[in-house]
C-alpha cells in the first residue's frame, strides 16, 4: 500500500493527523488512527487540540492500544472518581487525572520524539494568542492545552497560564501544515451540537454515594456537597412545559460547543485539511467519558467510508 511504500522506501507525502477539541467525542481520535495504522498509514506529524492533545500525546508515546484498553474500561463512576473539585478557576483541576496518565504511561519529552513531529495547541490567557507547545513532555503540552473554560482549570506552563487550544484552534490543520505535513487529515468533533452534557440522574446517585462513603473526612464530604448542589440545582425553574431548567454542565457544555462549531467553521474555511473527518455522535455528552467503544468505532467507521479518497491522495500528493 502507498502508507508501506511511505515507511519504507520515503516517498509519498508527509501525512499529518489534526486531532480536534471535542470532551469525551475525542476518543473516536483513537478509532481514526487505528484505521489509518491498518491501511498502513502512519502520520509523521500530529498536533492536537484539547482532548485531540491528549491522545496525540498517548499515541506518539506508543502507549495507543494500552490507553485504549484502559478508556473502553471506564465506567461513569470512574469519570466522576478522576474529578478533583476546585471552584478555582475551573470545576475540575485535572491533577488526578493527569497523575494518573504519567503513573500508566510512557511520557516522553518532544524533543526525543523519533518517529513524529508534535505539537499542542493552548490559548495565552493574558494575551488570547495561540501558543505552539513543542517542547516539554507529551503529556505536559496536552495538559496545557485541556483547560475548557469553566470546567478544567488553567495551567501554568513556562510561566503564562494556559486555556484550552479549541478557543482559538479546535482543528490544529494550520499547525500541521507548518509542520511539514503534505497531506492533512483533519478530525473535526464539533459537527453537531449536544442538549445535555451530563446524566444528571446518574450523577446525583454517584455524587451521593461518594458523599455518603467519605467517612472521616469531612472536606471531602464538602466537596462532594458541593458538586450535588450542581446536578440538585438542575431539575426546577424550567419554562413551564416541563423542561428541566440548564443544569451547570449543560450551560457550560453548550457555550463551549456554540463557540467551537463558529470558530471550527471559520478557520476551516480558510485553512481546509485534505481530508475531513465529522464523526457522528448524536447524544454523546460532554463527560460521556465512559462510553468510548462508541466514539472509537466511529472513528473506525469514518476512515472506512473514505478510505479510497484517502488512498487516491497517497498516490498523488507528495
Request: net charge negative; with cysteine.
Amino acid at each position: 500500500m502507498s502508507g508501506d511504500r511511505e515507511d519504507k522506501h520515503g516517498s509519498g507525502p508527509v501525512v499529518g493527523l489534526a486531532l480536534g477539541s471535542g470532551s469525551a467525542r475525542g476518543w473516536a481520535h483513537i478509532g481514526v488512527i487505528r484505521e489509518l495504522e491498518s491501511m498502513g498509514i502512519r502520520p509523521k506529524v500530529v498536533v492536537g487540540t484539547s482532548i485531540g492533545a491528549l491522545v496525540g500525546g498517548v499515541y506518539v508515546a506508543g502507549q495507543l492500544e494500552e490507553f485504549s484498553d484502559w478508556v473502553t474500561g471506564l465506567t461513569f463512576r470512574d469519570v466522576l472518581g478522576f474529578l478533583d473539585v476546585g471552584f478555582s478557576g475551573g470545576f475540575v483541576k485535572g491533577e488526578k487525572l493527569f497523575g494518573f496518565f504519567r503513573e500508566q504511561h510512557q511520557n516522553p519529552e518532544i524533543g526525543e520524539l523519533e518517529s513524529h513531529r508534535f505539537a499542542t495547541v493552548a490559548t495565552d490567557m493574558q494575551l488570547g494568542r495561540e501558543v505552539w507547545i513543542q517542547e516539554g513532555t507529551v503529556l505536559d503540552a496536552a495538559r496545557a492545552s485541556c483547560a475548557l473554560p469553566g470546567l478544567f482549570t488553567p495551567v501554568q506552563f513556562n510561566g503564562r497560564w494556559m486555556l484550552d487550544g479549541g478557543l482559538v484552534n479546535p482543528v490544529p490543520v494550520s499547525v500541521c501544515r507548518a509542520l511539514g505535513a503534505e497531506l492533512v487529515i483533519g478530525v473535526n468533533l464539533n459537527g453537531q451540537l449536544i442538549g445535555q452534557h451530563v446524566d444528571r440522574k446518574q450523577a446525583r446517585a454517584v455524587v451521593q454515594e461518594k458523599k455518603t462513603s467519605e467517612k472521616g473526612a469531612p472536606e471531602e464530604r464538602k466537596v462532594w456537597e458541593r458538586v450535588q448542589e450542581f446536578f440538585a440545582s438542575s431539575d426546577g425553574g424550567g419554562d413551564g412545559a416541563g423542561d428541566p431548567a440548564p443544569g451547570f454542565f449543560d450551560v457550560v457544555g453548550a457555550s463551549v460547543n456554540i463557540m467551537q462549531d463558529r470558530i471550527t467553521r471559520s478557520r476551516m474555511a480558510g485553512e481546509p485539511a485534505d481530508v475531513n473527518l465529522v464523526p457522528l455522535l448524536p447524544n454523546y455528552a460532554l463527560m460521556d467519558f465512559h462510553r468510548a467503544s462508541e466514539a472509537i468505532e466511529e472513528g473506525e467507521r469514518l476512515v472506512r467510508a473514505q478510505r479510497e479518497r484517502i488512498q487516491w491522495l497517497m498516490d498523488h500528493l507528495g
